[in-house]
């Protein structure tokens, strides 16, 4: 019979096995650190909006605090760099000893192309070997580099050449990797320029690597779902996913366990514990996370084990917006208690809060298990949170503008009078703004 879990335990196993829940720290996390907190989580997922922070550098933050991003640039930017990119979860740093794991991936991609004649790859080969010939003799190389005026961009709005394109495919196919970026530019070069032997010619089949990534989705989780280890490293059909729950229950790597609350139609979900979970008795601090932290990056999990609903407004028009832009939720002490839409306004040297909110929820706390974060409490808590983020992004004060039923709370904690609303923009003649190119983007072009 399966162990049951409540599911305040089961929160706490989760938070705890992402690296929640530490004692604060008293000096700067060190490299080695870094390291050890990204091998855990198996990933950092990449986005290029950087309207706060780009979303890379904010699990860190969340997990350990201010810590020097110069650190985590030398391990993630730099052409020897022990973390290169692929599509992991999204786009997304991963330890180059993961890359041989997603070499079904790259193999799924090529086989897809090639079978399908109304692909871009399929109808652009000799566009393909020519990037494949200018990266043998010149690489490594931007796609800035490489482009030409006769090369005109056209698309949507983030506009990639034929170029770029076909570094995005040979990069899908694990023929080039990247080799550093240079001002967030990937550099591209031929993946035997950049790994060693002994990566490039290990074969990991099919079944070992999807074992391997879902034991590491379930050490990262703690307790989870099979939709939600498939999730972690986006791994499809379900069923495989399911066969490697099977494997690592034989091998007694996880446990089913039983979730109270965690129902769907025709009864409870069926959930796994790592056998190395801890079972935190409290879980203590405060956290801003990305809206690409693995938290929260799978919304039906973060529905069922916060209760909370989230979606990302950075491609909804302005005026239909519910809570901002670029909207992190809060977390203290191990519940989701506020949601705060962030912007680093550099040229003022403020951290800029857009709008703050009380979270509620759709469910009610205590009914959940929860014992709540008091709401005089919460302003304080988030003031302190978003004063040392403030500082860790070198600005020198924080600003609340005057929206959500948490700014004007947040705005006496913090000591400051509330700014007015921005004037609400003429939608008879302003164009909507179109979001910076998110580099988790859309592969289904190519």
Sequence with gaps: MSASLSPALARRIALGAQGFGAPQRTTPAGTRTLRSTIDHLGLLQIDSVNVFERSHYLPL??????????????????????????????????????????????????AKHAGDETTWAS????????????????????????????????????????????????????????????????????????????????????????????????????????????????????????????????AGVLEPVTVAGWDRRGGPHEAWLHRDARRPRRIEGAALLSPFDPVVWF??????????????????????????????PVLIDGEIVARVDLKSDRQAGVLRVQSAWFERGHQDAVARGLRPVADDAIAGRLAELLEQAARWQGLDAV????????????????????????????????????????????????
């Design 61 to 110: 933050f969340a997990r350990l605090g201010g810590y020097d991003k110069t650190l985590l640039d030398r391990l993630t930017l730099g052409a020897d760099a022990p973390y290169l990119e692929y599509w992991a979860h999204e786009a997304a740093f991963i330890p180059r000893d993961s890359w041989p794991l997603f070499r079904w991936r790259m193999d799924a991609h090529r």
């Design 123 to 250: 109808q652009n080969t000799e566009m393909l070997d020519w990037v494949r010939a200018l990266l043998r003799v010149e690489g490594p190389l931007k796609a800035s580099e490489i482009e030409h005026d006769a090369n005109v961009r056209r698309g949507p709005w983030w506009g990639w050449s034929d170029v770029k394109r076909a570094l995005e495919v040979l990069f899908l196919y694990g023929e080039v990797v990247t080799a550093g970026r240079d001002r967030f530019e990937r550099r591209y070069a031929l993946a035997e320029h950049v790994l060693p032997h002994d990566l490039l010619d290990l074969d990991v089949a099919r079944p070992d690597a999807i074992r391997a990534l879902v034991e590491q989705a379930a050490a990262a989780h703690g307790v989870a779902t099979v939709a939600d280890l498939a999730d972690y490293f986006r791994i499809k059909p379900q069923t495989a996913v399911r066969r490697a729950v099977d494997e690592l229950v034989d």
């Design 299 to 328: 919304r039906e999990r973060a529905l069922r084990m916060f209760g909370l609903h989230y979606r990302i407004e950075i491609y909804t028009p302005e005026p239909k917006r519910v809570y901002g832009y670029y909207v992190l």
């Design 399 to 446: 600003v609340v503008v005057g929206r959500g039923t948490l700014a004007a709370p947040l705005a006496h904690a913090v000591g400051t009078r509330l700014l007015p609303l921005p004037p609400a923009p003429d939608m008879g003649t302003t164009p909507h703004a179109q979001p910076a190119q998110s580099l988790s983007g859309d592969t289904q072009q190519l």
